[in-house]
């Protein structure tokens, strides 16, 4: 049973930055494509970012380029979402998703989500 716990919300201001961790467990992390999505107050659950299996590759939303960045410490079994230069419509309740796969590359979607953390909520003041 695969477990994903994510720590590192909280309050913060416009231009500042946050690191949010997500612990996995249960299985083999390096079979897993892991992501972040987040979902705002009367919005849908959207795709922030992910990374392959081992790495190598990451892919991110438009509205997130080049402000986030996501990585894994596959020794630790965690992948982290670093969140730079905030705008107040980065705040909603940030998740953390596996998806088992063989691919290499990053390719996640909603849809192909396997496991989902419980949440952590970020929210920006201006």
């Known amino acids: 049973q695969v477990q994903l716990v994510e720590s590192g919300g909280g309050l913060v201001q416009t231009g500042g930055s946050l690191r949010l961790s997500c612990a996995f467990s249960?299985?083999?992390?390096?079979?897993?494509?892991m992501g972040w999505f987040r979902q705002a107050p009367g919005k849908e659950r959207e795709f922030v970012g992910s990374?392959?299996?081992?790495?190598?590759?990451?892919a991110y939303a438009d509205a997130v380029k080049g402000r986030f960045t996501i990585f894994r410490d596959n020794a630790k079994s965690t992948v982290y979402l670093q969140m730079n230069s905030f705008k107040p419509e980065d705040t909603a309740v940030y998740y953390c998703?596996?998806?088992?796969?063989?691919?290499?590359?990053?390719?996640?979607?909603?849809?192909?989500?396997?496991?989902w953390g419980q949440g952590t909520q970020v929210t920006v003041s201006s």
């Open positions: 998703a596996a998806t088992w796969t063989t691919r290499t590359t990053a390719t996640m979607t909603r849809s192909s989500v396997d496991h």
């Open positions: 249960g299985r083999t992390f390096t079979n897993y494509e």
């Open positions: 990374i392959s299996r081992i790495g190598g590759y990451t």
